[in-house]
């Protein structure tokens, strides 16, 4: 297991509804041009206001797939 | 679009159920005497416990708003 | 009150459906062992991906107790 | 409790004495035209030098307040 | 000199041309409605890109004025 | 000297009167249940405001301590 | 608008004579093998110096695109 | 797994010769007390100085143990 | 030299030996895939621990390469 | 004014009393061999602790002073 | 090159036209007494207002020279 | 011990072996011109990669050296 390499993407996905839905909608993203993903990590919540209500969050990930060789 | 400006207010909303009611509250709140508020960044996720429970969570925002001039 | 100490524990949580679960998850456990929990601040939220979803969430937090003389 | 929302407003106050007047006397000014200031942040400690000696300390704070409806 | 107190704003200017008339844009905004601004702080320089080029610079800003009694 | 270890413990003190008092709650209270205490270093100054003062002020510390084996 | 995914790449570019051309001949470089350019972030200013003078401008940016499916 | 709670502790380990070592010091002598350790985090990496050469590496630790009930 | 243009790519390396071995199996492993290697900038240091010993370290790594047109 | 420029050192000082003492000590000290001393920033506030007392406060400035020519 | 050492300096240059002049302004100046300067990052931003107006930019630097033995 | 003053210094050394010669090679070249070291502390290692393999390692460092008057 010593001589696994790991590559990060980052990534923002978003969500009317919550912040959970924005993590899985990035990581469904990904997850069609990036095999073995393994881990993730938010770096950033925020997102858009309209009408004085938020219209939707959007939430930055770093996602770690192991390297493909 | 070039000469927009936008100020930034900093805000802490709180609620006894989740993470997003708690932005929606601090949200709501400031929309009732700022106009035109456009985007958010969350800055600190944080509560209080009370009998080994969640009592309340205390969301921080940075919220930003078209200037008025 | 000016004389209240409070000692911070730092813990991680999991849960396989959302932020608030596993920081209810961390807290119910911490309470099992540490009195007088008063508060908690999130540090870092994280997670495992098998099959290019969500396996599980990771959430890292500081609970402050107060100290027990 | 749990609907409470803060705001924040950031601030520096000066002192030729010490850390904890330029505290005072920063909160002091901010609650003639604020209301309801319930805590504050240090966020730098800062000064200026006069012939080799502290002319005044100079301190930053966060200062939270109930949001005013 | 030592009790003077001041209060910060934080405000995003932007700008087609370049980083300075952003900030410049923001100050001279800021001007209109703020009284004895005195320094400022460049917080973030981000922008939008439209076909492969910068359509606008965004450059975020901390300005002091000594607070108004 | 090179084998030694020390362990970190993050405690909040806190006083009416100075920074440095709350430093001192804070150090005699984790004396009296952690032995070997060599070093600290502050986290963070914050404070509660009661009629437009300061109430008393909290001081996080990171306390080290020699490892007891 | 709200099922947006936006990947995030890392790039320096250069230039002898601005930060704003720095900025512009990283954008220019990553539009040739990018689509959907969106927004960029300046994350670093640095540069190496020749003879007590600035030989050119090093800036790292964090540029947005739209995932491409 | 996702039930899963852990603990972090945060240590300092010393060592003549290297990081390596003063990391493997730290673990060992926390792994005396305190059971399930399963991962480490580097928080610093310091040491002192004695006639013009490195006398000892400290190297501060985070270190997560799986939450004993 | 004022028009190069450098692409960053983060990836994690391991080792059971050192932090040096990790490093150089993240780099050997990205020269597989990525030309004009440059420079690289180590963001973490961590690992896993089994049965009180390091098992494997993880050295996260910022790598630069020349921009491939 | 436009053309001043100004260099920073980095220095600690220490008082068995006060912040302010230590912060007086690492100024004057500074004074002795450094002219135009104009500002300083505080960077670090630590110590030491014995027989569960604090022995001394340690406090780290940047100390601003124009350029001389 | 393996054994080159380099030193850091750390230096507020000033100006009121740009912040490259800024720049500019502070190599031109640490280069009357430091040799050997290779490169420079940009630590800060800031700047004084004068009237609604940029009165000069202030930029901090961290110039890194070869060692001198 | 309570009116000692410490200056810091910050130097990179380099290595093509590993990160501990680096730092042995950066404070055997600040003890040729600095007297009285005492501590140091890593701020950031990185290096520059030839032919897909670590050319040399770059080690920052800040050391601290007792003030002399």
């Avoid at 696994?4 to 912040?19: A, F, L, M, P, R």
């Avoid at 990035?26 to 073995?36: F, G, Q």
């Avoid at 009408?51 to 939430?59: F, L, M, N, R, T």
């Amino acid at each position: 297991m010593t001589d696994h390499v790991y590559s990060v993407s980052e990534i923002y996905g978003s969500s009317g509804s919550s912040v959970e839905e924005a993590i899985d909608n990035a990581i469904a993203t990904a997850s069609e041009s990036l095999r073995n993903l393994d881990w993730f990590e938010v770096t950033e919540i925020r997102g858009h206001i309209e009408d004085g209500k938020v219209a939707h969050y959007q939430v930055g990930l770093k996602i770690g797939f192991r390297y493909q060789r």
